[in-house]
């Protein structure tokens, strides 16, 4: 069979079988198998299980666990509600000071925890209740924290990031940095929509706030965020100073996280504690597996030559390089609508990247384009992992309320590829003046 015809027949089933309801991993495990046994006889598996476990045996992966615990460990303490509750204080003069402190929030707490969910229920379970008291639209209140939690998994340290650099063999600390300018990027576009949309919905009184805290009232907060600010500025200083690499990086951040959660938050009940250990595993065993399974996946591709046919075939259109690019973006964007951020990236960053580089764009350039269409996904329905978590947080909302609320942050995040379409330098220039250029 011709191999792009068997590259079809693989899309069809890949996507039938994922929406049949098994997990992920599995799904790619069988699927894999299953046309290997096919087409290359039955001797092709008895790579499979070297392959398998193969896919494991890398040295960053240990980051991922790490920043997992060193998420949870803070989103198992009130760190989101006083972030939140800092950033209220300072600027509750500022005209719309209400949503911009819960988004500031949201860029803060990703940054410690790299999860969009952890962000979400974070600073939704104060920020929401609080705008909606004060007459905020309900459709900007969870429209926002449901975007502002997408910044988990572009705000280093991000997890996704992690498992991008993985699979490509692309460098995690340049990636980090790549996605610090588009982070503050896409916080700015978020906050400049909602005091827009705040502002046309006619409540003009929140813009103009007459509430006011003290000085002692701002500083006495500030003990408990200081520490966590520390956290971000010495894992940064670590890893980009050179002291440490990521993997160490992540074990003494969550360390330290750990250690903030428990002298400062009071995290010493075991069960507590146990809680955290727990779902880290979970989660972290999670991603390594579809890590694993994508593995394989590749190998059934690469082995089948389907791979390299789908390189070939674009690599002889004869297309505008950004005509490409818009249609990557549009696979992407339809991807991330079924697909969760991790199972996209191993699925298709490997087979992406090299038509990627051909075209002449940067690879760390696209892992920020990557990302940001994959949070579009995760507020975007049918999967849309943040608006049912809002909906959670707020069920007397309306799941299509939080939808349409999340509508314009979806368009924000279509400006910010074109911005960055226009202005790569915005993902590239950071990395570059750090680390140099790369080679």
Known sequence: MDPLVLGL???FVTI?????????ANGLLVISAGFLLAFDGIRSLELLPEIFFGKLDNFA??????????????ASTRAGADLYEALDR?????????VISNLGACALFAALSGSSPATCAAIGKMGIPEMRQRGYPEGVAAGSIAAGGTLGILIPPSV???????????????????????????????????????????????LNTNSSF?????????????????????????????????SETAAVGALLCLAVAIIIYRLWDLKALWVVCRDSTRESVMILFIIAAAGVFSYMLS????????ASWIGTLDVNRWVLMFFINIFLLIAGFFLPPVAVILMAAPILLPIVISAGFDPYW???????????????????????????????????????????????????????CLFPWLATGLPDIVLGPAV
């Open 303 to 310: 082995s089948l030559f389907i791979t390299q046919s789908i």
């Open 9 to 11: 027949l693989v899309a």
């Open 160 to 206: 996704t990031m992690i498992v991008y650099g993985i699979s490509t063999e692309t460098s995690i600390g340049r990636l980090f940095l790549a996605g610090v300018f588009p982070g503050l990027l896409l916080v700015g576009l978020f906050m400049a929509w909602s005091l827009y949309g705040t502002w046309r919905s006619g409540n003009h009184a929140i």
């Open 16 to 24: 039938a079988v994922l929406f049949s309801g098994i997990s992920v």
């Open 366 to 420: 696209f892992a920020v384009v990557l990302t940001i269409n994959m949070e579009i996904g995760l507020i975007s329905p049918p999967v849309g992992l943040n608006l049912y978590v809002i909906n959670g947080i707020a069920p007397d909302i309306k799941l299509k309320t939080i939808l349409v609320g999340s509508i314009p942050y979806v368009l924000c995040m279509v400006v910010a590829i074109i911005i960055l």
């Open 214 to 246: 003290s000085l002692r009232q701002k500083l006495e907060v500030l003990p408990r965020v200081v520490p966590f600010l520390l956290i971000i500025l010495g894992v940064l200083v670590a890893m980009y100073g050179g002291y440490a690499t990521p």
């Open 90 to 98: 300072w600027l509750t003069r500022v005209p719309g000071g209400l």
């Open 61 to 74: 992966l240990l980051s991922i666990p790490m920043f997992i615990i060193m998420g949870a460990s803070i």
